[in-house]
């Protein structure tokens, strides 16, 4: 701890400087002219009298924002963006600087004959920024009625697999915040529905501002919340095959004194399922045949309701912002299996599991705000405080037949389970900004509180009485809880037309886990209570240099953590299906990612390109083994020697005519994982692709047709790979009352082509998996926009 007291001193000392050398600047933000919506990665140049040549420049960031430090003098601005006329003044700069507001770009106009003909609306489903990406869920029409899950799979970049496990660049590890903030809504992102959220947010290779936890980078959901002064409204309603439903309504009403939002969602998901798993295995000179089929039902109900408030007074703003979330699902599985000596072809066992699952989750997230503007309007002062609650009950009625792979009569015996699972993640922060030196300098303090504990009963239950009779080789309890105590700062500047920022995050990792109520023949005496504390240092660079008018390059480098959770830890084998043993590694320890990137961005007027290489080196990867003894699969985590992984990413919006306007992107990359500290074998490479394409097309009668596409291409893991997979969303949209009304139809999976299907290969056994889900729906959409001033 006295390293982190000393770098928090060192950081009030330096907030307590003022500017002393600060050279003159012009800032300002850059907006939509028609809907308010800040526009990042805006550019900004600025000329002397008619040179063509630039200055200096910048782009704007996230918030549309720019500074840029300029010496006194009288300059030509132009701001441009893709699909936008330019902005052009003369801006006369004094040595104390100048602050010129907001600037409202109109959409492009085009003059002919002297009609003037304004231009068709270009969707930008992709913003590229300095920091990533930003993703607008509006204008990707197949997502409209789905969840959060949806909007990813249509994200550059973001693999999503069958069970709603998210993989940015090829990397398994994420840190999914909710507005900035760490939340047990990011245990299930299929909770979340796409008419609750505004924009995702994703930062590839994220500075010493934020968590270095998660080597693939950030995923930040930032909610709706209401903007426009007055009142608003907004109404939708989804219905699709099998009865899907979703419908939701948002309530806004701001002034200047005070603003008050919220919002309900119901969402009602029915779908079904199949999965298929085949492993050959050879041990004690015998060849055996393990082939397991499913099929599945799901039913899931959810009510999701967002509320928050915002008052100001003077310069300070203090806000509440919160999420609840109920989840009902009622689950059933059916599962066939046998185990067969290939050599004599006999049987050796056969059974069938149906499995009944009822699940109640109940999810709290909520928060206080406090934020404090300042002349200067890079000066900034946030501090909040939140606590997010997820409570899980979850009860399975498993029926076994023995010696058969078909229900007939009664079944031999009947076991069950009871989880109680409870997550609770509670934070405080203060992040504070402040010209100085000559540039700006950020500084913060954060920590985070967690504790995951669940009681899982598993046993023979009685039919008469529904009590159940533990089984000791399964029933546990397993409580993980963690803090982690962080101080950063950052330092950036403008020389011309290059942009630096240089940062160091400081991170206290203190965890602690306990297992319980067990059978302790089945665990060593070390693994029931396991103790970690370390101190890590995270460096990070952010480099731009502005070339011209419409090219910029740029260069990143952090230093990242990937600490394993509690299900990771947990060292309790799962028996729940005999066959198929799920066991985790109470001495697991983190991953450690140095993370590189070189990227470029242009912009012409009606095309944005961007481009970046990359390349991860993680020590310690963490990757799932799987082993064979005697025809049961054992499967745990475990740490290999490294891994190293390079891409690259280009991803591109085109305006191909006034009525059709392009968005794909392409990601490739290899992967060399090399795991021979656990065997000779444990060592894979392989080159991996994504590529995804949104097409706009304007029909006649004002109406709009888009294509999504996307292909995934064969990924490696330690002992094997995930196979590829492909799949064509298409949808039709059409306005009504000058965009009041808008209905739309999304023709989900249209030639019904995408599953999961993988191979895995170790010591003794091949196996191949193929997992399908009701993917080909068909989706009905129609909202509404209220609004009084």
Do not use: C
């Not at 029915?270 to 393990?290: H, I, K, M, Y």
């Not at 065997?679 to 894979?684: A, G, I, R, V």
């Amino acid at each position: 701890m006295k390293y982190i007291k000393f770098i928090t001193i060192i950081i009030l000392i330096t907030t307590t400087f003022q500017s002393f050398a600060e050279s003159p600047y012009v800032s300002g933000q850059v907006t939509d002219s028609e809907s308010n919506e800040v526009i990042p990665f805006a550019q900004v140049a600025f000329y002397e009298g008619d040179s063509n040549s630039p200055v200096t420049g910048a782009t704007t960031n996230a918030a549309g924002k720019f500074r840029i430090n300029i010496k006194a003098g009288t300059y030509r601005m132009v701001v441009s963006f893709v699909g936008y006329q330019d902005y052009k003044r003369r801006v006369t700069v004094g040595n104390a600087g100048v602050d010129i507001g907001t600037i409202r770009l109109s959409v492009e106009e085009e003059i002919m004959d002297e009609v003037v003909v304004k231009g068709n609306e270009v969707k930008r489903p992709v913003l590229t920024t300095m920091e990533g990406m930003e993703i607008k869920p509006d204008q990707t029409i197949a997502n409209i009625g789905g969840s959060l899950l949806d909007i990813l799979r249509n994200t550059p970049s973001v693999n999503v697999t069958d069970d709603g496990s998210v993989t940015l660049r090829g990397s398994g590890s994420t840190n999914v915040l909710i507005d900035g903030r760490n939340s047990a809504l990011a245990s299930d992102l299929e909770q979340i529905p796409a008419s609750a959220i505004e924009s995702v947010e994703i930062i590839n290779n994220p500075n010493a501002k934020y968590d270095a936890s998660a080597d693939g980078g950030v995923i930040n959901i930032k909610l709706k919340k209401g903007k426009d002064l007055g009142t608003t409204a907004r109404a939708e309603l989804t219905m699709g095959t099998r009865m899907r439903t979703n419908a939701n309504v948002n309530l806004s009403r701001r002034t200047t004194n005070y603003a008050v939002y919220g919002g309900y969602s119901f969402r009602q998901w029915p779908r079904v399922g199949s999965r298929f798993t085949e492993r050959v295995s050879t041990f004690n000179d015998q060849n055996e045949l393990f082939r397991q089929e499913q099929d599945s039902r799901n039913e899931d109900t959810e009510h999701t309701v967002n509320y928050g408030a915002d008052y100001f007074w003077g310069q300070n703003k203090i806000s509440l912002e919160g999420v609840f979330n109920t989840e009902a699902e009622n689950d059933f599985q059916s599962s066939r299996s046998f185990v067969q000596n290939l050599d004599t072809e006999e049987f050796l066992t056969s059974y069938v599991r149906d499995n009944t699952e009822t699940e109640q989750n109940y999810t709290y997230d909520n928060a206080i705000v406090y934020e404090r503007d300042f002349k200067d309007k890079e000066k900034s002062l946030r501090a909040s405080a939140s606590i997010s609650i997820r409570d899980q009950l979850e009860n399975q009625n498993i029926d076994i037949y023995n010696n058969t792979l078909s229900v007939e009569g009664s079944p031999n015996r009947t076991e069950g389970s009871e989880t109680d699972e409870f997550r609770n993640t509670s934070v405080i922060q203060l992040d504070y900004a402040t010209p100085a030196f000559g540039g700006l300098v950020e500084t913060g303090y954060k920590s985070i509180f967690r504790r995951f504990d669940n009681d899982y009963l598993y046993g023979l239950k009685n039919p008469s009485t529904g009590e159940i009779n533990s089984y000791d080789s399964i029933s546990n309890r397993f409580v993980y809880q963690d803090q982690i105590h962080a101080a950063y700062a950052i330092f950036s500047d403008s020389l011309s037309n290059f942009n630096y920022a240089l940062g160091l995050r400081a991170e206290q990792t203190i965890l602690e886990n306990e297992l319980s109520n067990v059978n302790t023949s089945l665990v060593a005496a070390e693994d029931l209570v396991n103790s970690q504390r370390y101190l890590n240092f995270f460096p990070s660079v952010q480099m731009s240099y502005q070339l011209n008018e419409g090219n910029i390059v740029k260069a990143t480098y952090s230093r990242r953590i990937d600490r394993p959770g509690g299900w990771r830890l947990n060292p309790f084998p799962d028996f729940a299906d005999s066959l198929n043993v799920r066991v985790g590694e109470p001495n697991l320890q983190p991953e450690y990612i140095n993370s590189f990137e070189l990227g470029h961005m242009y912009q012409n007027g009606i095309i944005t390109l961007t481009s970046n290489a990359f390349y991860r080196r993680i020590n310690g990867q963490v990757d799932w083994i799987v082993r064979v003894e005697d025809g049961i699969s054992y499967r745990g985590p475990q740490n290999l020697n490294t891994a190293d992984l390079y891409g690259f990413e280009f991803i591109n919006t085109t305006q191909l005519t006034n009525w059709w306007n392009l968005n794909a992107s392409y990601s490739i990359f290899e992967s060399r994982i090399d795991g021979t500290n656990l065997d000779d074998s444990f060592t894979n490479r392989g080159l991996s692709w994504y590529a995804k394409v949104t097409t706009d097309i304007s029909l006649p009668l004002d109406i709009n047709l888009q294509f999504t596409g996307n292909y995934f291409a064969p990924e490696i893991e330690a002992q094997g790979r995930d196979l590829a997979r492909y799949y064509i969303d298409g949808s039709l949209q059409r306005y009504f009352f000058d965009k009041q009304l808008t209905l739309s139809a999304s023709f989900r999976d249209l030639f019904d082509t995408r599953n999961f299907r993988g191979e895995n290969f170790g010591p003794g056994f091949e196996q191949r998996f193929e997992r399908k889900r009701e993917t080909q729906i068909i989706l009905i959409t129609a909202s509404y926009n209220f609004k009084t001033e």
